[in-house]
């Protein structure tokens, strides 16, 4: 679990994305005060730059949450899949011209991996398959 001191001074969120996912969060929302520090990448570019943002964005310590266009992180899919830390926060959107796909978002995968591993009957005896059963019965009232 992350402790308070690794989350307490990532104020901002990066964006790594297109033109339509990138000009609302450029509107709104609070830039650093060192233009060389910029937290948004428009893309209209190469693998290597979009692997050099997400790369940037991911060891900066002021930053939060990573949002990336799942399109995008898809040009990059090895990195993002083996993105592992808790701060910053990677997560996928979608954009206007490409819809969601949770098959493709790599934090949705792990969570569901941990779900199929976590099966904590297993170190009592019970098989995965018995505590399945287990969980899907219905309380009995007494």
Known sequence: MASNADF????????????????????TAPHPANANTSTYR????????????FES?????????????????DRIRHRVDTYTAAFPTVLEIPSKDHPYDPEKDSVLRREQQE????????QIGI????YSNLAQKKPTQP
């Open 127 to 130: 098989s995965p398959k018995e």
């Open 57 to 73: 964005f991911t060891e900066r310590k002021d930053i939060g949450i990573v949002l990336i266009n799942q399109h995008v992180a």
């Open 115 to 122: 779900r199929r591993n976590d099966v904590p009957m297993n």
């Open 42 to 53: 428009t893309l209209k570019t190469e693998t290597a730059a979009i692997e050099s943002a």
């Open 8 to 27: 307490k001074d990532r104020q901002f969120l990066a964006v790594i994305g297109d033109e339509a996912s990138f000009a609302p969060w450029d509107k």
